[in-house]
């Protein structure tokens, strides 16, 4: 535990993502038994490197309120598995078609295309057993973890993430206007990261106000968080971000840089996290991960 | 409503299939807004001439312990939107490649595989938003919803549904054995059908020798199900099933009758009827669905 004076965002993080990890290898299954290559399919892709910004977010949510993170570790852990479900669902040859994520050949490059569909269907449906396991979530009330099961589902659902995710593949080479890129990135990538802030909160006992204040705070950085991923697009380093540079161009893909130009992009970027930042201000220093988390999507390179 | 002298089977499951569709029309998006494609693509499947076999199980379970079916609506539903999402992905060329479901084209042929993968991930994770809402499920506590959603998900993700699939996809143009088929059988079909009527039963209020009845009553009744679709393959006609008869035999699918014989496998589906029915000895008339249920399994033609 760091105290308020030190704050060091690359420890937190990395102590953070450690937390996350154990729970990751606790509460997935051993591949074994007959359905062993689909287990380790979709192990494959959760330890596959991920960064745990939805995981981290969901504590720091429930932090922010007051309350412990290790209470909301299944719910946190349940985020990560439905982003790593969409990414392996994404990545297949009928959708963005990528053989490379975080630098390792993606799911159905290893296991075959029939195993990641079915390893995507695994990780999502597992993500709702995780969530509803009150024997975990003992120290929340089963009202707050319904609750929170709920919005989860709106926002990775047709509503949220799914919902983007079928207008980006029909935008594809085509010309978009701005509303539409930014409907693909709220809904796409900025529902779930809305909601893993959002739900650490509920379940942490955060009042009406407390929750208005850190869902917009989501909002705001889901929004940037899109954008920069964009940008790094362009400007990134392929080794660092472990996928090629220059594959949005290449799928002739509308993003923020296309529609905004990347000047107007950063400042676009960089006026979100202000506000996201600013949303905060009745929280004290418990918010600072959050604060710094956001500054942290302007600054990353990966 | 029926009384208990003139239980009429097809009247009941029409009866209930009708209040099942009206349901799904009301919880299922209109298709609008910028998913407009994704919504069309997941109603399709949804409307596209099921049995509702799933929900009047759920509604049946609930029945039988007493309680009014018509307050586990939405996870009737929901379950149906599971089952749909299964077939939606089931039916992509990756998995087995089929052209026509219900005497339907497949959901791929009509959008196309990229949309077809969308709206089942949709369905999948709509059914948990569903079966979460508490607004609808008034009448129920939030730890019996709770319970039952994750009951579910163990039903639907790799320890059931998604483990029989990933087995039955590796397990085609292989000579299976006995307990491999087996295994298939209970976890691609029969872990949802025996969630179906064990929710139902749940929800209702049942008590823990009442669940135990009926959650094997679904354990034989699933199995049982999925031997018949087995000789439908082979015996049914065609145009009644609405797929192609010999499907199986010709992807060199190890089915029941492959390991066990027609005669067998016939011999084994009776003798599970008799027994699911035999489980349900302590319960009275209300019961008398879910037994005939249970022996139209074995009469059905598609």
């Known amino acids: 535990m760091q105290s308020e004076q030190a704050f060091n965002l690359k420890v937190y993080l990395s102590e953070k993502k450690a937390i996350v990890d154990r729970a990751l290898e606790i509460y997935l299954p051993k591949p074994e038994g007959p359905a062993y290559d689909l287990i380790r399919a979709m192990r494959y892709s959760v330890f596959a490197g991920g960064k745990r910004l939805r995981p981290i977010l969901c504590i720091a949510g429930c932090e922010t309120v007051g309350s412990a993170g ?5 719910v946190a852990c349940a985020l ?20 490379l994520r975080r630098g390792k050949p993606t799911n159905h490059k290893v296991f075959g295309e029939a195993t990641a569909l079915l390893a995507g269907d695994g990780l999502l449906t597992e993500a709702f057993a995780l969530m509803t396991r009150s024997d ?17 589902a ?21 010309v978009m206007d701005f509303p539409v890129v930014e409907f693909i990135h709220t809904h796409k990538t900025g529902a779930l990261i809305t909601s893993s802030v959002a739900s650490g909160a509920i379940l942490g006992g955060g009042d009406e106000s407390q929750l208005e ?5 989501g909002r705001k950085i889901g929004l940037a968080f899109q954008i920069s991923d964009d940008i790094l697009d362009i400007e990134g380093d392929s080794k660092t971000i472990g996928k090629n540079v220059g594959a949005d161009e290449q799928k002739r893909k509308t993003t923020y840089p296309t529609v905004a130009g990347l000047g107007r992009s950063k400042e676009i970027q960089l006026k979100l996290v202000e506000e996201a930042i600013d949303s905060l201000r009745a929280f004290d ?4 991960p959050l604060r710094r988390v956001a500054r942290y999507i302007i600054e990353r390179k990966k």
């Not at 990560?80 to 053989?99: A, F, N, Q």
């Not at 220093?285 to 600072?288: F, L, P, S, W």
């Open 213 to 217: 204040a850190i869902t917009s705070y």
């Open 154 to 174: 709106h926002a990775a659902g047709y509503r949220g993430m799914v919902g983007g995710q079928i207008v980006d593949i029909q935008s594809e080479g085509k």
């Open 80 to 99: 990560e598995l439905i982003h790593t479900y969409s990414l392996i669902h994404d990545d297949l040859p009928v959708m963005d078609d990528d053989d």
């Open 285 to 288: 220093y418990r918010a600072e």
């Open 136 to 152: 975990l979530l003992e120290r929340i009330s089963t009202d707050l973890i319904l609750k929170v099961t709920g919005m989860i």
């Open 70 to 74: 290790a209470d909301v570790l299944p």
